[in-house]
């Protein structure tokens, strides 16, 4: 069964509003959680990494205050799209780490119209 | 900063022949880890096999197999009996060890795998 989930699989928001995706670890604690970014037929982007209990820490160029992550416990990490625009529609992917293994999530669609 | 190239952005291959995807990286560091990652259309990955950089025994998971060369930052991945259901996406992705203190891992552009009845 899957050990990462992520919510919702698809979204569709509208310009300007805000959207958040779930990421949780259902088998295992995970203190370190990872938010990757993947545009049509490209590569998948990491955006952040997220720690409980702190601060997530950015990739270079994410910004941070469009990009809201919380990792508020050991088993749900949230990553908040703020004032969505068309650009920001991709596929958003979390992975979380156990130990020397890194669980990816299914992936959440996002269209922003 | 380490990166990963993979030069072919699509092959086919006949039903039950074998096939090589390419991937080379890039990294000043000696320990690291390697993976090949297999994404469906579903979009979920699926870890197909990993690498670790210290192991000189090339990894090998059933039909799949990989040809590590470390001089050369050569990294690459052969699918013996292709199937039909080896269609996909194939990334390439580069970890550092854990004693660097990342988890990162750093993702090639990918190679679309197409598989012919």
């Known amino acids: 069964g899957a050990v990462v989930s992520q919510h919702p699989s698809r979204v569709i928001c509208k310009s300007g509003t805000s959207v958040k995706i779930e990421c949780r670890s259902l088998d295992f604690q995970a203190t370190t959680m990872f938010w990757y970014r993947q545009f049509p037929k490209q590569s998948l982007m990491l955006m952040a990494t997220s720690n409980e209990g702190s601060k997530a820490t950015y990739e270079q160029g994410v910004e941070k205050d469009k990009f809201l992550i919380n990792h508020a416990s050991l088993t749900l990490s949230t990553l908040t799209v703020t004032s969505a625009h068309p650009e920001d529609s991709s596929f958003y992917i979390c992975?979380?780490?156990?130990?020397?293994?890194?669980?990816f999530g299914e992936g959440s669609w996002l269209t922003v119209v | 900063a380490q990166t990963v190239t993979q030069s072919q952005p699509e092959m086919s291959v006949q039903e039950a022949e074998t096939v090589t995807l390419s991937c080379t990286y890039d990294t000043s560091e000696s320990d690291y880890y390697l993976f090949w990652y297999k994404q469906p259309p579903s979009r979920q990955m699926i870890l197909v096999i990993r690498?670790?950089?210290?192991?000189?025994q090339n990894a090998t998971e059933n039909r799949f197999s990989v040809n590590f060369q470390k001089a050369a930052k050569s990294f690459s991945l052969k699918i013996s009996d292709s199937q039909l259901g080896d269609a996909a996406m194939y990334f390439c992705a580069y970890r550092s060890s854990f004693t660097s203190g990342t988890y990162k891992y750093i993702f090639g552009t990918g190679t679309r795998l197409k598989v012919l009845a």
């Open positions: 690498q670790e950089a210290y192991k000189q």
């Open positions: 992975s979380v780490r156990n130990g020397n293994t890194i669980y």
